[in-house]
Nanobody, 121 residues
Framework: QVQLVESGGGLVQPGGSLRLSCAAS????????MAWYRQAPGKGRELVAT???????NYADSVKGRFTISRDNAKNTGYLQMNNLKPEDTAVYYC???????????????WGQGTQVTVFS
């Protein structure tokens, strides 16, 4: 089974930057849509950004102009560059892939384990 492993979270002051990575492990032929979600304490999971295999992107209004989603299909890795971070960006960030084609099967709706991002003064 394919695993999505996030990295790059941490503590940062307002105005700072972080870059999250999401690496898919295992033998993979292709990954369709990738996305980043986040969940703040006491709140539901929120869609942050999406990217298709071809590179078409969409963003939540709250992060437009500050966050950039990208991917490297050859490395089966997705990224989220987060600039000008605000305290309200504090959350656990999750990587998501809607379908992953492997030699054995197509795996649907795969999630990473999450990485904590904390923005504090």
């Amino acid at each position: 089974q394919v695993q999505l492993v996030e990295s790059g979270g941490g503590l940062v002051q307002p105005g700072g930057s972080l870059r999250l990575s999401c690496a898919a492990s295992g033998t993979i032929f292709s990954i369709n849509r990738m996305a980043w979600y986040r969940q703040a304490p006491g709140k539901g999971r929120e869609l942050v950004a999406t990217i298709t295999r071809a590179g078409t992107t969409n963003y939540a209004d709250s992060v437009k102009g500050r966050f950039t989603i990208s991917r490297d299909n050859a490395k089966n890795t997705g990224y989220l560059q987060m600039n000008n971070l605000k305290p309200e960006d504090t959350a656990v960030y999750y990587c998501f892939a809607d379908s992953i084609v492997t030699p054995r099967a197509i795996e649907y709706d795969s999630w990473g384990q999450g990485t904590q991002v904390t923005v504090f003064s």
